[in-house]
């Protein structure tokens, strides 16, 4: 049994959000960190490995710079990273970032006791859809929103996250899991995974690598492969002062009322 964990090295949006004159994001400016949600998918697969022995192999899409992130990943104790970088795949959307990503995990291989894990969602791209995508062109059962997993013999119980409650999902293997942050918190890296982890596999996939898959094409992936392109991005106005109301009496409660039904609050 192995688990294959997706993870994706974001800017830190936390802080100031850096935005440059023509209103675009100023990536070069802000500290990049590990996305939340998949280092929870990080620490899920470690814990399996504490229960079980198993591998994990850590892959990430991005440009060179993501090597220090899955080093810190192979400190946490992952035992493999893939890099996955090439200037055939910049550019892409969600669409083409899956098929790249379910490329590349093939290559790993996924065996029928396996575990795949991506993050429910990124802090800077935030559409959650790379991890479904990444299910169905590998045809795999996915189980998004995770917040508990028990792993059993070829089966992955799970406890899905929903808006008022939660729900019990039984799962075969191979599978596919997106993961919340609240489903726990990652470990630190060991002093001694800092001292290993330049002894462990770290490979990069490139566009060599993966051309002949029958999801690498050029109508595939990359910006030209993209079936959405980021036409304008602009900061949201800022709002305006507040309005403030004296009184504490039912007329000043129903004008209250009447205010915030007009604007679609309540
Ligand atoms: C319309 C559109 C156009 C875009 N155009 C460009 C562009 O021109 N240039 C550009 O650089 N970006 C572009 N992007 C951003 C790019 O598509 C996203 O960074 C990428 O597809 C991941 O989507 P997301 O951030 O929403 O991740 P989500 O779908 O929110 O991520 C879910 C999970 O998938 C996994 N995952 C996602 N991305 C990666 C990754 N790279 N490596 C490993 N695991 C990953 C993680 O586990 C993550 O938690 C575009 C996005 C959109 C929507």
């Keep these: 049994m192995k688990c294959i964990v997706c993870v994706k090295q974001v800017p830190d949006t936390s802080g100031v959000v850096a935005v440059k004159e023509d209103g675009t994001m100023d990536r070069a400016a802000m500290a990049t960190i590990t996305n939340h949600d998949d280092l929870a998918a990080v620490e899920a697969a470690l814990r399996i490995k504490d229960a079980t022995g198993c591998k994990v192999v850590v892959i990430s899409m991005g440009p ?12 946490m104790g992952a035992d493999e990273a893939v890099l996955v970088s090439a200037r055939e795949f910049g550019g892409s959307d969600t669409y083409a ?9 093939k290559k790993v291989g996924v065996d029928s006791d396996d575990i795949v894990f991506c993050g429910r969602q990124a802090i800077d791209g935030d559409t959650a859809q790379v991890g479904p995508q990444i299910a169905e062109k590998l045809n795999l059962p996915q189980v ?24 019990t999902i039984k799962v075969q293997t191979p599978c596919l899991l997106t993961c919340v942050k609240e489903l726990n918190e990652a470990r630190y890296m060991s002093v001694g995974g800092i001292m290993e982890c330049y002894q462990k596999p770290l490979e990069v996939y490139n566009y060599e690598t993966l051309k002949d898959d029958p999801l690498i094409d050029v109508d595939t992936i990359g910006l030209k492969g993209s079936p959405t392109n980021v036409y304008k991005s602009f900061s949201p106005p800022v709002k305006g002062a507040g309005m403030m109301m004296e009184g504490a009496d039912k007329a000043t409660v129903e004008k209250l009322v009447s205010i915030l039904n007009d604007k679609h609050i309540i």
């Design 97 to 105: 970032t899956s098929q790249i990503l379910a490329a590349a995990i």
């Design 144 to 167: 998004s929103y995770v917040a508990e997993i028990k792993v059993e013999d070829k089966a992955v119980t799970v406890k899905r996250l929903l808006e008022d409650g939660y729900m």
């Design 64 to 75: 060179p710079p993501a090597e220090g992130m899955l080093r810190e990943l192979l400190a």
